[in-house]
Nanobody, 117 residues
Framework: VQLVESGGGLVQPGGSLRLSCAAS????????MSWYRQAPGKERELAAV????????DYAESVKGRFTISRDNAKNTVYLQMNSLKPEDTAVYYC???????????WGQGTQVAVSS
């Protein structure tokens, strides 16, 4: 199983980034996919989650209206479009896959997002 995140980087406040997570080694279209983030000195937190078909999504209150999670099951890839970025969005962003909400998850290695002027 592999989850490989990409698309992180340094961006100014108000800017945008699109993260990608390429999955392999499991039946991607059957899995719930999520993006978590961990800021320095803080616990890892859920940012966004999408159901296996893409028909349902949910977001942390702190990112609602600014972030959009989506997936392409033909490409085994999940995305996180991040707009109107704020300094408090600075974190390592991790891709997460689980078969059911109570299942043990797979994790990617993370991609760093830094929002600073």
């Amino acid at each position: 199983v592999q989850l490989v995140e990409s698309g992180g980087g340094l961006v100014q406040p108000g800017g945008s980034l699109r993260l990608s997570c390429a999955a392999s080694g499991f039946s991607f279209s059957s899995y719930i996919m999520s993006w978590y983030r961990q800021a320095p000195g803080k616990e890892r937190e859920l940012a966004a989650v999408i159901g296996s078909t893409g028909g349902s999504t949910d977001y942390a209150e702190s990112v609602k209206g600014r972030f959009t999670i989506s997936r392409d099951n033909a490409k085994n890839t999940v995305y996180l479009q991040m707009n109107s970025l704020k300094p408090e969005d600075t974190a390592v962003y991790y891709c997460n896959a689980r078969r059911w909400m109570w299942s043990s998850p797979y994790w990617g290695q993370g991609t760093q997002v830094a929002v600073s002027s």
